[in-house]
């Protein structure tokens, strides 16, 4: 036994020496035989410690960039935008004298190339003469650090440089170094990896000084990840960024970013799916870059990896977002070492400063081959911009439409991204007919379109941006169709890495369609819509207030009445008055219940928010319910608490913060979901549980917490794996049932929605009052199946699940949860639960029948039928309280805006609908 414990003592202590060895040797120079000029700074002498032997914060990133624009006239520094933690977002400008000294103008003249505009001999010209623009941007995932400390130095290689190869760098390319892309969750992670971190080195991948703890730095500070946030432009680092990128019209981007531990490193060409909207020309460019940055690599003998595992079907990320601008965009993934080192499964070790080495090699490759070509690439920039998005195929989109007539504020803030993202829209100037394809039936008929509709034509600089945001069904090859089956049925695994479908108009819910003709209506251009004057109409009224909900806007501000303490009450049903109609959710303010002060109130409330607030002078509705009767509900103001910690997926909770406490102002708890048993849940009448796995961090104890908490009165708000978590039948918590716990009872379930439809069965008078013997229907019963089938089927439709699919659902439109959101919205579901409901239980949203479930992305054919409608959005009785179950995230990536606007009537409705409540003594 001592033999064995001196035996492991030695491999321990050998191990830890050949880790400090490895430390401590002499590192390779970042650039060998490089020479500099002695007067401007080396990252070491600003930061204090040798770059890559430990992660830098973003305060000293900060620091030597402004020390470096301070001391070298090669360097310009700009903040572009500010964080919510209020950090600076800056980026350094280098190039020759001669570039700077002519940069105002050297832009003017890039801005007419983008323009599309010039002939091709004066494009050609300016292509000759013009420096190209290279933006690289280093760590937008904020615990992947190893770019921002390579930004330094490549900055520092660009401006201190005195080598032929550098100068000819800063001639022929404007570089502009964005260093660090999520400051908020750099700041975090390193504060993570730096608390876990010991006296001796530990290189295990799997200890906290590596994994960090939940929520990551990987994510902004509402935990958004902004990688997926281009197109989106949620949160203000990404919108401060894509105007600075409009701006500059690069002709190269690069987004540096980290991967596993294990892994070496990738860059471009991607794997499939490829977007059918990227160019031959953006892939011959891929091989170019390629091809040089692997000879870099291969001259240190580095491994490296392309055409596999990321794809490019997905258009939002960094990388992505350039292909559809005109430019080059690369993609670079270093394996993580998160500032420190790791040991690998081969037993040998890497470094944070080998990490920040082979990006600061690839970026000074990309950047030599860019310099290299920089007049092909400043054609090919222009030739790809005066493409646009048109093709010449035949039933492609050349024109897409926006109508103005529902949901006015998502069509303004749709307007505001497009307008964003240097789209040219124009605005219709009367009404106009013109055939063209919607989403829901993917079919050309007449559209009678009002004044003031969107029309975004094609034929523009970016209109290949346009495209890929507004297409409403992109399809992938079919040969790559053929890889993704055979990786499924062999290896149970995608190849697919995000989501299949994202059309931002689906997704806004608003009425959107395409032509493959040019527009004949006059149209003037669009600018920034102004906002809206709310107001009070009719002060003086006698008995109260309107607000027809409709409209997001109302939301807001319903949001701040409760806020104030007014009494607010919703319309159960659609009524007439005052010679207007008012849809089912109207709020309703009667003077009698609420304080003298009133009118001050909703007059703020309104200018504040935007809403037109209607004074009525009495009760009596010329149709519908009168408002002094049972069919308004007295609301609550929501006392939200909103579940995060371990388990809990940042990206559904991201969305849900974000959309309550920045948008609607809205106080909300933050509780930790592995000390739920701790809390006092009866402060909150409103628990969220977004998606993410709450059977180890709840269990069973904490599943019964939920459970009594929701028959005391409070409404429990589940989302996609969090509502598979109470729909489990091992919780009891809802009765709302997984289909795939339920294979043995298909039948009562397919029996029960048999007899959901007959709500709306048409009736026939005879048939009522005159008893008459009907026909036996003629109909061949389904073949019956065995359970072993029904199994595999089930198992094949889970394997085959949606993969961020776009799906019809249809609303019960009379259920206070669906209350201005429409008859149908497109749902985004990327989990392969399906659930099952039948009465008691209120379905107030259906999956489609087969043939209408899709809407855009890919779902195969053995989910099809499963899915087909089955539950979305579920709300059952508990006790005093209730359930809400979405099968969902109703607010992915926070555009979502139809969807979303079904979790804000489950949050501000809900607790006034669906619970009962005690009259105060």
Same mark, same amino acid.
């Given at each position: 036994?001592?033999?064995?414990f001196a035996?492991k003592?030695?491999?321990?202590?050998s191990f830890?020496?050949l880790?400090i060895?490895?430390?401590?040797?002499p590192?390779?120079?970042?650039?060998?035989?490089?020479?500099?000029?002695a007067?401007?700074p080396t990252?070491?002498s600003?930061?204090g410690y /040798?770059?890559?032997?430990q992660?830098?914060?973003?305060?000293?990133?900060?620091? @030597?960039?402004?020390?470096?624009a301070?001391k070298?006239?090669?360097?310009?520094?700009?903040?572009?935008?500010?964080t919510?933690?209020?950090?600076?977002m800056i980026?350094?400008?280098?190039?020759?004298?001669?570039n700077? !000294?002519?940069l #105002?103008?050297?832009?003017a003249?890039?801005e007419?190339?983008?323009?599309?505009?010039?002939s091709?001999?004066a !494009?050609?010209a300016?292509?000759e003469r013009?420096?190209?623009?290279?933006?690289m941007?280093? =760590?937008v995932?904020g615990n *992947?650090?190893?770019g921002s400390d390579?930004?330094?130095?490549?900055? @520092?290689?660009?401006?201190?440089?005195?080598?032929a190869a550098?100068e000819?760098l800063?001639k022929?390319l404007?570089?502009v170094?964005?260093p660090?892309?999520?400051p908020?969750?750099?700041?975090?992670?390193?504060?993570?990896?730096?608390?876990?971190?010991g006296a001796?080195?530990n290189s295990?991948?799997q200890?906290? #000084?590596?994994?960090g703890?939940?929520?990551s730095g990987?994510?902004n500070h509402?935990?958004f990840?902004? =990688?997926?946030?281009w197109l989106?432009?949620?949160n203000?680092?990404s919108q401060?960024?894509?105007?600075a990128?409009?701006?500059?019209?690069p002709?190269?981007?690069?987004?540096?970013?980290?991967?596993?531990?294990?892994?070496?490193?990738y860059?471009?060409?991607?794997?499939?799916?490829?977007n059918? #909207?990227?160019?031959?020309?953006?892939?011959k460019?891929?091989?170019?870059?390629? %091809?040089?940055q692997?000879?870099?690599?291969d001259?240190?003998?580095?491994?490296?990896?392309?055409r596999?595992?990321?794809?490019?079907?997905?258009?939002?990320y960094?990388?992505?977002y350039?292909?559809y601008?005109? /430019?080059?965009?690369?993609?670079?993934?270093?394996?993580?070492?998160?500032?420190?080192?790791?040991?690998?499964?081969?037993?040998?070790?890497s470094t944070?400063r080998?990490?920040?080495?082979?990006?600061f090699t %690839?970026?000074?490759?990309?950047?030599t081959?860019?310099?290299?070509?920089k007049? *092909?690439l400043l054609?090919?920039? @222009?030739e790809?911009r005066k493409?646009?998005g048109v093709?010449?195929?035949? #039933?492609?989109?050349k024109?897409?439409?926006?109508?103005p007539a529902?949901?006015?504020?998502?069509?303004? &803030?749709?307007?505001e991204?497009?307008?964003?993202?240097?789209i040219?829209?124009?605005?219709a100037e009367k009404?106009?007919?013109?055939?063209?394809?919607?989403?829901?039936?993917?079919?050309?008929?007449?559209?009678?379109?009002?004044k003031?509709?969107?029309?975004?034509?094609?034929d523009q600089?970016n209109g290949?941006?346009?495209k890929?945001?507004?297409e409403?069904d992109p399809?992938?090859?079919?040969e790559?169709? &053929?890889?993704?089956?055979?990786?499924?049925?062999?290896?149970?695994?995608?190849?697919? +890495?995000?989501?299949?479908?994202?059309s931002?108009p689906?997704?806004?819910?608003? $009425?959107?369609?395409w032509?493959d003709?040019?527009p004949?209506?006059?149209?003037k251009?669009?600018a920034?819509?102004?906002?809206?004057?709310?107001?009070?109409?009719n002060?003086?009224a006698a +008995?109260?207030?309107l607000?027809?909900?409709?409209?997001e806007r109302?939301?807001?501000?319903?949001?701040?009445m409760?806020?104030?303490e007014c =009494?607010?009450q919703?319309?159960e049903?659609?009524?007439?008055?005052?010679?207007?109609s008012?849809? &089912?959710?109207?709020l309703?303010?009667?003077?009698?219940?609420? /304080?003298? =002060?009133?009118?001050g109130?909703?007059?703020q409330?309104?200018?504040?928010?935007?809403?037109t607030?209607r004074g009525v002078?009495?009760?009596l509705?010329t149709k519908?319910?009168?408002?002094?009767?049972?069919?308004f509900t007295l609301?609550?103001m929501p006392?939200i608490?909103?579940?995060?910690g371990d388990?809990?997926?940042?990206?559904?909770?991201?969305?849900?913060w974000?959309?309550?406490?920045?948008?609607l102002?809205?106080?909300?708890s933050?509780?930790n979901?592995?000390a739920m048993?701790?809390?006092?849940?009866q402060?909150?009448?409103?628990?969220?549980?977004p998606s993410?796995?709450?059977?180890?961090?709840?269990?069973?104890?904490?599943?019964?917490?939920?459970?009594?908490?929701?028959e005391?009165?409070?409404?429990l708000?589940?989302?996609e794996e969090a509502a598979?978590?109470?729909a489990?039948?091992?919780?009891?918590?809802?009765?709302?049932r997984?289909? %795939?716990?339920?294979?043995?009872?298909l039948?009562?379930f397919?029996?029960?929605?048999?007899?959901?439809?007959?709500?709306?069965?048409?009736?026939?008078?005879?048939e009522?009052?005159?008893?008459?013997?009907k026909?036996?229907?003629?109909?061949?019963?389904?073949? %019956?199946?065995d359970?072993?089938?029904?199994r595999?089927?089930d $198992?094949?439709?889970?394997?085959?699940m949606?993969?961020?699919?776009l799906m019809?659902?249809?609303l019960d439109?009379?259920?206070?949860?669906?209350?201005g959101?429409g008859?149908k919205v497109?749902?985004?579901?990327?989990?392969p639960?399906?659930?099952?409901s039948?009465?008691?239980?209120?379905?107030?949203g259906?999956?489609?029948?087969a $043939?209408?479930?899709?809407?855009?992305g890919?779902?195969?054919q053995e989910a099809?039928?499963?899915?087909a409608?089955?539950?979305y959005?579920?709300r059952?009785?508990k006790?005093r309280?209730?359930?809400?179950?979405f099968?969902?995230?109703p607010?992915?990536?926070?555009y979502?805006?139809?969807?979303?606007r079904?979790l804000?009537n489950?949050?501000?409705?809900?607790?006034?609908?669906?619970?009962?409540?005690?009259v105060?003594w």
């Amino acid at each position: 036994m001592k033999t064995v414990f001196a035996q492991k003592v030695i491999l321990i202590i050998s191990f830890l020496i050949l880790s400090i060895a490895k430390a401590q040797e002499p590192p390779m120079p970042f650039y060998p035989n490089g020479t500099y000029d002695a007067a401007i700074p080396t990252p070491d002498s600003v930061i204090g410690y /040798a770059l890559g032997s430990q992660a830098t914060r973003h305060a000293d990133v900060l620091r @030597y960039f402004q020390t470096l624009a301070e001391k070298s006239p090669l360097v310009k520094l700009e903040t572009f935008g500010e964080t919510f933690e209020r950090r600076k977002m800056i980026y350094a400008v280098i190039s020759s004298r001669e570039n700077l !000294a002519r940069l #105002n103008e050297s832009r003017a003249e890039i801005e007419k190339l983008a323009s599309s505009k010039l002939s091709t001999d004066a !494009a050609a010209a300016l292509a000759e003469r013009l420096p190209a623009v290279a933006w690289m941007a280093y =760590n937008v995932h904020g615990n *992947e650090l190893s770019g921002s400390d390579a930004a330094m130095q490549v900055a @520092y290689q660009l401006a201190a440089g005195t080598d032929a190869a550098t100068e000819k760098l800063r001639k022929e390319l404007i570089v502009v170094i964005d260093p660090c892309e999520n400051p908020d969750g750099r700041e975090r992670a390193i504060n993570q990896f730096t608390q876990w971190s010991g006296a001796v080195p530990n290189s295990d991948a799997q200890s906290l #000084n590596h994994t960090g703890t939940q929520p990551s730095g990987r994510f902004n500070h509402y935990l958004f990840d902004m =990688n997926r946030d281009w197109l989106a432009m949620v949160n203000p680092e990404s919108q401060a960024r894509v105007k600075a990128v409009q701006s500059w019209h690069p002709q190269l981007m690069v987004d540096a970013h980290e991967m596993g531990s294990y892994q070496t490193y990738y860059f471009n060409p991607p794997d499939e799916p490829l977007n059918r #909207n990227i160019s031959e020309t953006t892939k011959k460019w891929w091989k170019i870059f390629g %091809s040089e940055q692997a000879k870099a690599f291969d001259r240190y003998g580095w491994s490296y990896f392309t055409r596999e595992t990321y794809d490019e079907w997905y258009a939002g990320y960094g990388s992505s977002y350039p292909l559809y601008i005109g /430019a080059v965009g690369i993609l670079y993934e270093q394996a993580s070492t998160q500032g420190s080192l790791v040991k690998r499964p081969d037993g040998s070790l890497s470094t944070y400063r080998d990490a920040v080495h082979r990006q600061f090699t %690839s970026s000074l490759s990309n950047l030599t081959t860019a310099a290299n070509n920089k007049k *092909e690439l400043l054609k090919d920039f @222009y030739e790809l911009r005066k493409q646009g998005g048109v093709t010449a195929k035949a #039933n492609e989109p050349k024109v897409f439409y926006i109508s103005p007539a529902k949901h006015q504020t998502r069509v303004e &803030r749709l307007l505001e991204k497009l307008l964003t993202h240097k789209i040219d829209v124009g605005i219709a100037e009367k009404d106009f007919t013109v055939g063209a394809v919607d989403y829901w039936t993917g079919k050309e008929s007449p559209r009678a379109l009002p004044k003031g509709t969107l029309i975004i034509p094609l034929d523009q600089p970016n209109g290949r941006l346009a495209k890929v945001m507004m297409e409403f069904d992109p399809r992938m090859s079919l040969e790559f169709l &053929r890889s993704e089956r055979r990786e499924l049925e062999k290896k149970k695994q995608s190849k697919i +890495y995000d989501v299949t479908g994202w059309s931002v108009p689906i997704a806004y819910g608003v $009425e959107c369609y395409w032509s493959d003709a040019k527009p004949s209506v006059a149209a003037k251009s669009a600018a920034m819509p102004a906002p809206p004057q709310g107001s009070v109409e009719n002060p003086n009224a006698a +008995y109260g207030f309107l607000l027809d909900c409709s409209d997001e806007r109302a939301m807001l501000a319903l949001a701040a009445m409760l806020a104030k303490e007014c =009494n607010v009450q919703a319309a159960e049903k659609p009524f007439e008055i005052a010679g207007r109609s008012y849809p &089912r959710g109207t709020l309703l303010l009667r003077k009698v219940e609420n /304080a003298k =002060n009133l009118v001050g109130t909703l007059e703020q409330i309104a200018k504040e928010t935007g809403v037109t607030i209607r004074g009525v002078g009495t009760a009596l509705a010329t149709k519908g319910p009168d408002l002094g009767g049972g069919e308004f509900t007295l609301l609550a103001m929501p006392k939200i608490a909103l579940v995060i910690g371990d388990g809990v997926d940042a990206t559904s909770f991201a969305p849900i913060w974000r959309l309550l406490d920045a948008h609607l102002k809205q106080r909300v708890s933050l509780l930790n979901a592995s000390a739920m048993l701790r809390y006092d849940l009866q402060k909150y009448n409103v628990i969220i549980l977004p998606s993410g796995n709450y059977r180890q961090t709840l269990g069973a104890s904490g599943a019964r917490a939920l459970r009594a908490w929701a028959e005391q009165g409070g409404t429990l708000i589940a989302i996609e794996e969090a509502a598979a978590f109470l729909a489990d039948s091992s919780n009891g918590i809802s009765n709302v049932r997984l289909r %795939s716990q339920s294979l043995k009872d298909l039948a009562s379930f397919e029996t029960a929605l048999k007899l959901e439809s007959n709500i709306d069965k048409k009736l026939d008078s005879l048939e009522i009052w005159d008893a008459r013997k009907k026909d036996a229907e003629k109909s061949e019963k389904p073949a %019956s199946k065995d359970d072993a089938t029904i199994r595999l089927e089930d $198992e094949r439709a889970r394997l085959f699940m949606p993969r961020g699919t776009l799906m019809t659902v249809e609303l019960d439109e009379e259920h206070w949860l669906s209350f201005g959101a429409g008859e149908k919205v497109a749902a985004t579901i990327y989990t392969p639960h399906v659930y099952l409901s039948k009465s008691p239980i209120e379905t107030a949203g259906r999956f489609a029948e087969a $043939e209408k479930l899709r809407v855009s992305g890919l779902l195969w054919q053995e989910a099809r039928d499963v899915w087909a409608r089955s539950a979305y959005l579920t709300r059952e009785a508990k006790g005093r309280g209730q359930v809400i179950l979405f099968a969902g995230e109703p607010n992915f990536r926070a555009y979502f805006h139809a969807t979303e606007r079904l979790l804000l009537n489950a949050i501000y409705y809900g607790v006034g609908f669906g619970t009962r409540r005690t009259v105060a003594w």
